[in-house]
């Protein structure tokens, strides 16, 4: 079985800011990070003679299609779609001196952040049958005081989460709850839905679909198509609507973020490969938060707004559409200054510490690289 290398092309900036810390292959997308779908169809691929180690987009969003497509593979070779490399035998940056496949299907490419929450609910809806054999889920009969609208059928509960007095709605899609969730009373869930391993919804919370509310996340408030990435927290009340938050962010009590413009108009962002704010062809669309940043209570996000990894946001106020990353920003006065990186690190440090996990060097070594362009870049 060959070794899997998964790897950042350049048009991994527009999965800003989401890829910088981890890379793309720790982006969850649906039900799985792109490092688990690789590992999860691995068993299926049917390597050429000699192919040790496989380099694979890390965009690349597989299927098993894909791995026979793989075993086309020589130990000097590359698999190509209309000049994107998708898998390679060698670790160099460039093609020379490799034998060039053109793959026969059209790939599926994690193409923009905004896929995140976009594409989120065809994305849960095939991954389903997936996670019901990695998590050997069964349809659950849910018990009173619980309470089910539309088809029972479409409930899906992990043996060891625990279900308190919630309500369900599966008419537009399932409700899964991973092992380990707490779903607190008063809740009601509408699918489709996916409650990740560990993962708590608060007491009063309303989650719509399509949602993903990641491993170990605590969420409580309104929420509606945001995919959570894993290990943050919204634990209080809010509206967060078309989104996506990454690891380990913490949103404070009351923090609100508006989805949609007051004309009814397409949303504007900012973008990493062009710099600037441009359309993104989205009525609805919320707020995109990196890895390790937080926001105080009270906090205000108007559409379209990206904050960078590593940010910091306090005081009651509209941040700008673009919070650079490692900002140390108060909202109401606009006084922003770069956060400094050792402090950050020792922050995270405890927080993760609380979870059993820590840094990596390579996280520790992104978010050196990521504070060194901050600081030249102003």
Known sequence: ???????????????????????????????????ERWEHLQPTFVPSDGVKTLHINSRWIPNEADAMALGRLTPSSALVHKGIVLAKTKAADHLEGLEQFEIETTPDLLMHANDLFTRLEDRLLQDLPLLKKAWNLRP????????????????????SAQVRAATMDTTKGPVVIGPRAIIEAGSHLEGPLLIHEGATVRMGACIKGATVIGPHCKVGGEVSNVHFQGWANKAHDGFLGNSVIGRWCNLGAGT???????????????????????????????????DHSRCGIGSTFNTG???????????????????PPF??????????QVQDLQKMMATSEKVMARRGLALDD?????????????????
Request: aromatic content about 8%.
């Open 362 to 378: 390579r996280s520790k070594a992104n978010l050196s690289a990521l504070h060194a362009e901050r600081t030249l870049g102003g």
């Open 1 to 35: 079985m060959p070794e899997i290398l998964l790897f950042d092309d350049h048009h991994c900036s527009n999965l800003y800011p989401f890829h910088r810390i981890e890379g793309a292959e720790s982006i969850r997308h649906g039900a799985f990070t792109q490092r």
């Open 140 to 159: 659950s009969s849910m018990a009173k005081p619980t309470h089910v609208f539309g088809p029972v059928e479409d409930v899906w509960v992990a043996s």
């Open 305 to 323: 707004t990206v904050v960078g990894p590593a940010s910091v946001i306090f005081d009651a106020g509209f941040p700008p559409k673009h919070v």
């Open 327 to 336: 900002s140390w920003l108060n909202a109401k006065t606009e006084e922003s």
């Open 256 to 290: 609100q973020s508006s989805n949609l413009k007051n004309t009814y108009g397409e949303v504007r962002q900012w973008s990493s490969s062009s710099q600037c704010l441009e359309p993104t062809g989205l009525q609805f669309c919320g707020l995109l938060m990196g």
